[in-house]
């Protein structure tokens, strides 16, 4: 398993880890099924190296849960929450998402 070298980089991201014999990886799947679909992307001319890294960063914030991320008919979507301070000392969070 840690041959193949999308585990390698979910490992080495922090997606995937191992306590003990259990196996932790909450976000390994999207991110898995995405760093894939860029590999395709890429080999197919679809996806520069700039693409590419942006993609990188983008799964980057996802394993660190800044973002979140899910596929809907084919197409990648973003979702952040935001959270801002009130004026009486609170915070309001606010949802928004883009699609990638």
Known sequence: MKDDPYVGWLLSEGAITYEEN???AERAFVANSILKWCAKKAKEKNLNEEQMHHYLKMLHYFIKKKIDLSWKDGIINASVEK????TNGGNNNACGSVEI
């Open 22 to 24: 259990v196996v932790y």
């Open 83 to 86: 959270t801002t301070p009130t």
